[in-house]
Each structure stands twice: as C-alpha cells, then as structure tokens.
Nanobody, 113 residues
Framework: QVQLVESGGGLVQAGASLRLSCVAS????????MSWYRQAPGKERELVAS???????NYADSVKGRFTISRANIMSAVYLQMNSLKPEDTAVYYC???????WGQGTQVTVSS
C-alpha cells in the first residue's frame, strides 16, 4: 500500500524559509518521479516542482529561483526547500507520485506579510 507522509509546514513571515519532507513507502521509491503540488484556498491544485527518478527537476515559474526539490532514495524521501517565502505561497502542499496517482495528506504552509 502506497503511503506518503508530508511534514515541515508551518506559519512563517514573508522572507523566511521552510523545508518540507515527504517520506514514502509501499513502492520502489528510487524508480519513480516525485512531485510537489499546492492548493491555495479557492484555487485549483497546481504543480510546484517535480524530480525524475534520475534527478532531473522542473519548477513552476512562480517558484523558480526560490524553491528547490531534491530526493534521498536511501531514505525514500523527497524534499522541498522553500526560500524567500511570499504570502502568495500560502497553501496546503501535497506530495504526489505521478505514475501511481497517489497523494499525501498535505501539510499547511502559511506565510504572513
């Protein structure tokens, strides 16, 4: 059974940093691309960043240069380092396995101005 458990969210001021973690189980983590999505109140869920099985990354334009996605296959974990946070980054952040279609439960990130 696929499980994705996110952590690391919180309430921070604009300009601060947070590091989100997603620990996976139930599948061969190293073989799969992983993604982070976010959903703000009243908005659709949007892709934030993805990392392929071999480490290639891509980012939404809104977070390029501020966010970094990485993975640690030995830990079955994917991370999202978020720097220079803005109020518009406020959302629930979800871990996602595109090829399987599984979502984590989400972690709330709130950035105050």
């Amino acid at each position: 059974q696929v499980q994705l458990v996110e952590s690391g969210g919180g309430l921070v001021q604009a300009g601060a940093s947070l590091r989100l973690s997603c620990v996976a189980s139930g599948f061969t983590f190293s073989a799969y691309a992983m993604s982070w999505y976010r959903q703000a109140p009243g908005k659709e869920r949007e892709l934030v960043a993805s990392i392929s099985a071999w480490g290639s990354t891509n980012y939404a334009d809104s977070v390029k240069g501020r966010f970094t996605i990485s993975r640690a296959n030995i830990m079955s974990a994917v991370y999202l380092q978020m720097n220079s946070l803005k109020p518009e980054d406020t959302a629930v952040y979800y871990c996602y396995v595109p090829s399987i279609g599984s979502w984590g439960q989400g972690t709330q990130v709130t950035v105050s101005s």
